[in-house]
């Protein structure tokens, strides 16, 4: 059992803003696996599959980004994963260029809010991750207006093509594969 937990917040309003990313990649992988993502548990949209030959539990925490860890405690609760092992966390990265990934086996919050509500409930930076890259903030924008904001069209197409790594990175990932799946996807590929 592998939970694969993409953040963002519930709401139309949300909807393709830079913050919302987890949410858009886990849409990719339903969509490419045919999984519905469309029960209800811990606070969370979920729904069950079979990839590259693991059970998975694709999920949308429902908490709004900066109490995700409510809803990811609760799953791994709920399953009895091990968070090292077992659970995937997919994320917005203002560090990272447009539509770039950053897969990591572990690490500090880096400034994200959700991901730090995760630490604190799970007791451990220990999981793995894959971030991706929503592009600098310009020096201007306050950074909650910059990641509650939407993307360009050509912003769009690099995030399109983001997710679609993402989706592969994830097969690696599940294939026990990360060290592959950050060799592969760590560079600059834009």
Do not use: C, W
């Not at 968070?83 to 690490?107: M, P, T």
């Not at 950074?143 to 904001?149: H, S």
């Not at 990175?169 to 996807?185: C, P, T």
């Amino acid at each position: 059992m592998f939970i694969i937990a993409g953040l963002g917040n519930p709401t139309l309003q949300y909807e393709g803003t830079r913050h919302n990313v987890g949410f858009d990649v886990i849409d990719a992988i339903a969509e490419e696996y045919n999984i519905s993502v469309d029960y209800t548990q811990q606070r969370a949209r979920t729904g069950k599959g079979i990839i590259a030959g693991q059970k998975v539990i694709l999920a949308k925490p429902q908490t709004y980004m900066n109490l995700s860890g409510e809803s990811v405690r609760g799953l791994a609760d709920y399953y009895k994963i091990d968070e090292e092992s077992q659970l995937l966390v997919i994320y917005d990265d203002v560090n990272l260029d447009v539509g770039q990934l950053r897969i990591r086996k572990k690490g500090s919050a880096g400034g994200h809010n959700g991901v730090r509500s995760i630490i604190t409930h799970l007791g451990t930076d220990v999981f793995q991750r894959i971030k991706i890259g929503v592009g600098e903030k310009p020096p201007y924008y306050d950074l909650a207006d910059y990641v509650l904001g939407h993307f360009s069209e050509e912003e769009r197409k690099k995030m399109k093509e983001g997710y679609g790594r993402a989706v592969r990175a994830v097969e690696m990932i599940l294939e026990g594969r990360i060290d592959s799946a950050m060799n592969e996807f760590n560079r600059k590929s834009i």
